[in-house]
């Protein structure tokens, strides 16, 4: 079983400068590299296959170039014992090339041989992501997503609150939490944010398997995402959103933190230390939304033996509204410009990364973990199965053919959990307990499942109201409502208060005067 954890950094002045220059020089680097492949591909695959006429040896895309400068110039390993040669990929071209670079550019010795060959194998893998189309092609990176670099496993060491980096030295860590025992570190990954340096280290237990099949569930909970609230289950519960970046307090504070940078000159110092506040800013609601994931994660899982959720296309729901145009050729409203609210909101719940914590969470505690297709969800009824856009008004939902009633979210979770039984063929034996309902003004439905009504509550213990005639007065006692009755509050001062009966003209209300009618 592999487990990370995450650490923040203690370094001295020294060893964080240190660090920024080996990010510096490995971007550089990196950047180097890449376009050497670039180069040596589009000239190898532009002139196909040839023969060197100084080494006479066949070179071919992916393998070199035809640049006198490129670093991919030597594809051929060195013979073995039985005299077999076999090609070089271009990681290795390049991770041979290395003992050159270090003649050629001194500065790189400061940086630990490892950590420099685990950059190139970093390449490597963003090219067979990009020939297995399973990413866009490598990008040059910059000084604001070039922020990492790796340790190989063995290199780095742990003592109590004090962690060894080779090349860099021993420096403390905050221990939040201890490594469990049984568990290897692997892995090393040093990562600068915006409040600091911070490690990554990726442990390992062989003795425990990475899955364990979960029993057939007998308890089902089915999920549906929203915005008004972040998650509705099919039990009735509804999990707030907190709104951590477009809620009214969130944006003015950044709008305002974004002006403070507008106003300082660019290329400032002032204008860096603002900056970094904003950085700060955006890493704290971050690691709000991240924390509060993991709570509803856990909450969700702990309902039952099964989680169901929708199979989301969210790029596709924060996709371009497509253009329209007038009769004149002139471009018409397509509600763009409303949509970007819409999408800010997408972004805000970040339902991708909820669900995938959700997996997560249910594949620990041996839970099962099920996706449906989310197609007309919300507008399906539990009761008929009538499928039709025309009973969901908003947030509430009124069936056009049966009349049932309900929540338009929660009759969506409710659906996706009967989507998850029919599409995997399971058996629930019982339902997952549902929060008790009380009965509210005679309508008998939970505070959820009030379809929008505005309810007023109302105590048990309060008598009926009497019904009035046609020329009766209300008054409090016929109503069922009492008045609270107000005490005289006691002072140091003699401050008047309001007395517990009604005073005639001539009484005194406690002003220092005594209780008797006095003359003018």
């Not at 020939?131 to 742990?158: A, C, I, L, M, T």
């Not at 909970?221 to 099919?234: I, P, R």
């Not at 145009?325 to 990364?353: E, M, T």
Request: overall charge positive; aromatic content about 8%; hydrophobic content about 30%.
């Amino acid at each position: 079983m592999k487990t990370s954890y995450q650490y923040k950094l203690r370094p001295k002045t020294e060893q964080s400068d240190l660090m920024d220059s080996w990010l510096n020089m490995m971007r550089s680097l990196y950047n180097w590299m890449l376009a050497d492949r670039i180069d040596g591909y589009h000239q190898s695959f532009i002139s196909g296959d040839y023969c060197d006429t100084r080494t006479k040896t066949e070179r071919c895309p992916l393998t070199c170039s035809l640049s006198r400068s490129s670093m991919l110039h030597n594809p051929w390993k060195n013979p073995d014992k039985e005299g077999n040669i076999k090609k070089r990929s271009a990681s290795l071209m390049q991770d041979a090339y290395l003992a050159e670079m270090k003649k050629a550019r001194p500065w790189y010795k400061s940086i630990h041989s490892n950590v420099l060959q685990l950059l190139i194998k970093r390449l490597d893998a963003a090219m067979e992501g990009f020939f297995k189309h399973e990413r866009g092609f490598p990008k040059f990176k910059n000084r604001s997503n070039f922020r990492s670099f790796q340790y190989k496993p063995g290199d780095v060491k742990v003592d109590g609150n004090k962690i060894y980096l080779p090349s860099i030295g021993w420096m403390r860590f905050y221990n939040s939490r201890p490594i469990p025992t049984g568990y290897e570190i692997r892995t090393v990954t040093v990562r600068t944010k915006a409040d600091g340096w911070y490690v990554s280290i990726l442990l390992e237990d062989k003795t425990i398997p990475d899955f364990i099949a979960p029993a057939p569930p007998n308890t089902l909970t089915g999920l549906d995402m929203g915005l008004t609230k972040l998650v509705h289950c099919s039990d009735g519960q509804q999990i707030s959103n907190p709104r951590f970046a477009t809620s009214k307090k969130a944006k003015r504070t950044l709008k305002i933190r974004q002006r403070r940078v507008e106003r300082k000159k660019k290329g400032s110092n002032n204008r860096k230390k603002v900056g970094i506040k904003v950085a700060r800013l955006y890493k704290q609601r971050v690691d709000k939304r991240t924390a509060y994931q993991w709570e509803v994660a856990n909450l969700v899982v702990k309902k039952a033996d099964g989680v169901a959720v929708e199979e989301l296309n969210i790029n596709g729901m924060k996709a371009r509204c497509k253009p329209k145009k007038n009769d004149d050729g002139s471009h018409a409203r397509n509600g763009q410009s409303a949509k970007c609210g819409l999408n800010r909101s997408i972004s805000d719940a970040s339902w991708g990364d909820l669900i995938s914590k959700i997996k997560y969470t249910a594949e620990k505690q041996g839970k099962n973990f099920y996706q449906v297709n989310p197609k007309h969800t919300s507008q399906t009824c539990s009761h008929c199965g009538v499928v039709d856009a025309k009973s969901r008004f908003g947030e509430r939902f009124v069936c056009v053919e049966c009349g049932h009633q309900d929540h338009a979210d929660l009759q969506a979770a409710t659906m996706v959990k009967r989507r998850a039984i029919a599409e995997y063929s399971l058996t629930i034996k019982k339902n997952a307990p549902k929060p008790k309902k009380v009965s509210h003004c005679g309508l008998g439905v939970s505070p959820s499942k009030a379809c929008g009504l505005k309810v007023q509550m109302v105590r048990v213990d309060c008598p009926e109201p009497k019904q009035l005639c046609l020329f009766e007065t209300p008054i409090p006692e016929s109503t069922g409502v009492k008045r609270k009755q107000h005490r005289t509050r006691k002072s140091e001062r003699g401050v008047p208060g309001n007395p517990l009966t009604q005073l005639s003209l001539w009484d005194s209300a406690g002003c220092g005067y005594p209780h008797e009618s006095h003359p003018f």
